[in-house]
């Protein structure tokens, strides 16, 4: 019973490098989404995907990309990290109820 | 547009003490209302929700009220213990065609033996 997997769990990168965020889920859900967590400004969307084939700007979505590249998968991208991005990433899916978290990926860019 | 606020932490508690974590929001129509719950190094797990005006959600023993009226869902528990210490997020989900989630900034609750 996995519900929504994340990896890494934990990265390090240098500014002006690239990386992706994988994130799975195993619900059928099909609604995902990603976050970023900051100290004090609690949750904000980043992009989300409503089903398969569709993905959306949030809140915060400048210096990323997303990929829904099936029901199951839902992948982060930063083409070229700023210092700025360094923060604690969650994957979510959602049901018509309730929403469903990884653990998340703590980010830094140095 | 929708938006939810919180009342700013830390809320720092003696075991068996009160808890009440005010949260009020701001919607277009009539938006379900969560709190999620991340306990240290973890990911947030849903702990209550309502859907409409006048549930109560409950749950470990926390509950929230929907009130319309005052457009708050205020997180109660009658006796804290040391592993509620954790940050509460209140929530709302968008009532449009996107049904996002859109979180207050979460209270960090401490909670001492």
């Known amino acids: 019973n996995a519900g929504v997997t994340q990896t890494p769990k934990f990265q390090v990168l240098k500014t002006g490098q690239s990386m992706t965020l994988q994130c799975a889920q195993d619900?059928?859900?099909?609604?995902m989404y990603w976050y970023r967590q900051d100290p004090g400004m609690g949750l904000r969307l980043i992009y989300y995907s409503a089903s398969e084939g569709t993905t959306d700007k949030g809140e915060v979505p400048n210096g990323y990309n997303v990929s829904r590249l099936n029901k199951r998968e839902f992948s982060l991208r930063l083409e070229s990290a700023a210092p700025s991005q360094t923060s604690v990433y969650f994957c979510?899916?959602?049901?018509?109820?309730?929403?469903?978290f990884g653990q998340g990926t703590r980010l830094t860019v140095v | 547009g929708n938006s939810v606020t919180q009342m700013e932490g830390p809320v720092t508690l003696s075991e068996e003490a009160f808890l009440t974590i005010n949260c009020t929001y701001t919607?277009?129509?009539?938006?379900?209302l969560f709190w999620y719950v991340q306990y240290p190094g973890e990911g947030l797990q849903l702990l209550l929700k309502a859907t409409k005006a006048d549930d109560k959600g409950s749950n470990k023993g926390f509950e929230a009220t929907y009130r319309k009226e005052t457009t708050s869902f205020h997180l109660e528990k009658g006796s804290v213990q040391v592993s509620d210490s954790a940050v509460y997020f209140c929530a709302l989900r968008a009532m449009d065609s996107s049904y996002k989630l859109i979180f207050g900034s979460g209270t960090r609750l401490l909670v001492r033996p």
């Open positions: 979510a899916s959602k049901s018509i109820t309730e929403a469903f």
């Open positions: 919607a277009t129509g009539y938006p379900s």
């Open positions: 619900m059928n859900h099909n609604s």
